[in-house]
């Protein structure tokens, strides 16, 4: 995977209405004004209409995109006669007039500034503006990272940028966190690549729309390689917990190696990147122990398992099975399926398509081309579907639906599903009872419900009552033998840093204090547990807008900023103020409550035992930036360094 690539000159025999035939028009332009310098091509009558992103095609007509085209197709040609020379790097003034165009976003609007950064012309404009060796020219900090997938390189990048130590915790052999431990067959992101991707290494070289974990895995190696990560990357190492030690304000993080060897290795700030989704969940059914089959969970895919001939079991019709459902049923015998709640189903032809050979040809002379795209789908998906999750307190039928616009998605929804099954005693069990963004919608391209038409599939609904020697039995006693059991039923997402056990200030436990309520300030920090950070911590989850890489991202941010608050102040220590964190989750809670996955009763791993949103965040991307561009002093306790205290312990040490 090339993160960098320079445009390819165009051979005079390219057939360039071929090679605009698949781009969408408007980032078509938009990406030739930033390759020529001509801004002429932004035209107000070519520009897509902001207020009907929602629609097909986001509401461009034919005669906008064959006149688009055209213009397009003259402007390449003129570039190509004239030798090919790209324009000078845009201005920040030129970006701004290019993304008014794509987006409708004025140079005084508040998102501009963040849509420069996510589509970063000039490299990475989100990289620390500072370096240790400028504003601590004595004393060190080491921070310890928990993980190296996509937050973990990414911290770890941030951090190394700035000149800071770092020193990553892996249990794994090796980087990718959850592209690496996911290789169930049909696994691929779910978020449009040019969108899932770090702002600062996009890469034109998506051989898919959506691509699998193959590729996804390689660019995020290609990421650690490149941003020098890797090296700092202890392997094979666990992290069985972490203890603040409140004499010389340090975390001691207690390791274990895949050889056996424990170390107790000493931190001033620890970041966990562990995620969200990372224990597997099995379900509390009887009889699990008993089944005398093979069974695996969709995170830990047994590849030796030769499914063809075999009677196959899946429970769960979540994201992960859904994807693994189809290659399954293709090779098994027979597939029996536990649905207890069916997904809504989110129409996208291109889900599985490779990119068209135009396209890749369009990328090679037009790189650009990827970060427009970025822009576009940023902000077609930024609040996207948001304000359609909103509960209308007055609107009638709740269990059906949240609000009037709600209700439209369900009947969008709903018109797809009778388009694509036709038996209508499929369709009843596959019609979702709940309002649509209440949970994950899944993407489909038809191949879902295709799969589960099919004569060697049963979708069976009755309810699992337990698991025996030879397969499943449902509440009406009715027994479903198999050979191979596939738990596709999720993570225990809402038990943060499990199984790892972390003391605080004063020994407290952070699980003990949590007492299943995950909370965090920002996701990030928590009262009594100082220099501790979490990415992808509680309430940073997104349902149906944008890149959770943006959030990683803006959790970077603040973290480096944090780290660079602790040494140009001097402070060992910064801990969040108990009342900032539950004014803060207070809010949180009220803001997830007015949204259709905290309304709604209906099954989903957003919610903890007692029913409370651990996971999602309800408010606009635009707010997550600003809170997180740098901490407010104000929200924490800070603790100068005690200068006798660690000099004291520097000549012990010696
Ligand atoms: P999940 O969404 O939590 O799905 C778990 C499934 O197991 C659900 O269908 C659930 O039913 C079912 N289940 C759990 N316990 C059960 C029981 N006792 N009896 C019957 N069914 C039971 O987990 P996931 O599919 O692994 O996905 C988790 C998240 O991972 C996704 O939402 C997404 O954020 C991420 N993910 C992303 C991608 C991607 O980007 N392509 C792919 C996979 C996963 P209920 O719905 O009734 O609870």
Not at 7 to 22: C, G, H, K, R
Not at 302 to 307: I, S, T
Not at 358 to 370: D, E, I, R, T
Request: glycine fraction near 6%; include cysteine; proline fraction near 6%.
């Amino acid at each position: 995977m090339r993160l960098h690539a320079a445009p390819e000159s165009i051979a005079p025999d390219t057939d360039l209405a071929q090679m605009v035939a698949d781009a969408f028009p408007p980032v078509l332009l938009a990406s030739l004004a930033h390759l020529t310098g001509d801004m002429s091509l932004l035209r107000a009558a070519l520009a897509p209409d902001p207020t009907r992103l929602l629609e097909p095609d986001s509401g461009y007509s034919p005669a906008q995109a064959a006149e688009a085209r055209s213009l397009a197709i003259d402007s390449l040609e003129r570039y190509r006669d004239g030798g090919c020379v790209a324009a000078d790097p845009l201005t920040d003034e030129q970006a701004a007039l290019i993304i008014g165009f794509l987006t409708g976003v004025l140079p005084e609007d508040d998102y501009l500034p963040i849509l420069l950064e996510e589509i970063s012309l000039d490299g990475d404009r989100r990289a620390p503006r500072w370096h240790k060796s400028e504003i601590a020219l004595e004393g060190d900090v080491t921070v310890g990272i928990i993980g190296s997938g996509m937050s973990g390189i990414l911290v770890a990048h941030r951090l190394l940028q700035a000149g800071v130590s770092v020193v990553i915790f892996e249990k794994n052999p090796d980087i990718g966190g959850t592209w690496l431990e996911n290789t169930y067959p049909g696994c691929r992101v779910d978020v449009p690549n040019h969108l899932y991707s770090y702002s600062f290494a996009q890469t034109a070289d998506w051989p898919n729309y959506f691509s699998t974990q193959e590729v996804l895995l390689d660019y995020f190696r290609a990421c650690a390689n490149e941003f020098g990560v890797r090296e700092h990357v202890r392997f094979n190492t666990e992290v069985l917990g972490a203890t603040w030690s409140e004499s010389d304000a340090l975390w001691n993080v207690s390791t274990v190696a895949s050889d056996g060897v424990s170390e107790l290795v000493a931190v001033q700030v620890l970041v966990s990147a562990c995620g969200q989704l990372n224990q597997p969940h099995f379900p509390d059914i009887d009889g699990r122990e008993r089944f005398v089959g093979t069974s695996f969970h969709s995170a830990r895919w047994d590849h030796d398992v030769d499914l063809s001939d075999k009677r196959v079991a899946v429970i769960g019709t979540g994201a992960s099975a859904v994807q693994f459902i189809p290659p399954v049923v293709a090779s098994a015998a027979h597939t029996t399926i536990f649905q207890r709640t069916p997904p809504w189903l989110l129409p996208t032809p291109v889900y599985m398509d490779e990119l068209p050979e135009s396209m890749n040809v369009l990328l090679s002379h037009v790189p650009g081309y990827a970060r427009w795209d970025r822009c576009w789908i940023f902000w077609r998906m930024h609040e996207g579907l948001v304000p359609m999750a909103v509960v209308d307190p007055d609107w009638p039928d709740q269990e059906r639906s949240v609000s009037a616009s709600n209700d439209l998605v369900r009947e969008i929804f709903t018109m797809y599903l009778a388009e694509t099954v036709p038996d209508p005693v499929l369709y009843d069990a596959l019609l979702p009872k709940y309002p649509p963004l209440a949970k994950r919608i899944v993407l489909d391209n038809g191949i879902l419900p295709a799969t589960l038409a099919r004569d060697d599939v049963t979708l069976e609904t009755c309810a699992i009552s337990e698991i025996t020697e030879r397969g499943l039995r449902t509440i009406d006693g009715k027994d479903h033998d198999c050979d191979v059991l596939i738990y596709g039923t999720g993570f225990s997402a809402s038990e943060f840093l499990i199984p790892m056990s972390v003391q605080g200030r004063d020994g407290i436990d952070l699980h003990e204090s949590w007492d299943g309520e995950a909370r965090a300030y920002i996701g990030m920090t928590i009262p009594s547990f100082p220099n501790l950070f979490l990415m992808y911590g509680p309430n940073t989850n997104i349902v149906v807008n944008g890149s959770i890489i943006y959030f990683s991202e803006g959790e970077a941010n603040y973290i480096v900023e944090s780290v660079r608050m602790l040494l140009e102040n001097r402070l060992e220590a910064m801990e969040v103020r108990r009342d900032v964190h539950d004014v803060y989750n207070t809010r949180i809670d009220e803001g997830n409550r007015a949204m259709a996955w905290g309304a709604s009763h209906v099954n989903t791993w957003y919610k903890n035992a007692s029913g409370r949103v651990s996971q999602n965040w309800p408010f606009s991307l635009l707010e997550f930036w600003q809170r997180t561009r740098r901490p407010d002093p104000d929200d924490y306790l800070l603790t100068a360094k005690n200068t006798a205290k660690n000099t004291a312990k520097n000549a012990g040490d010696r």
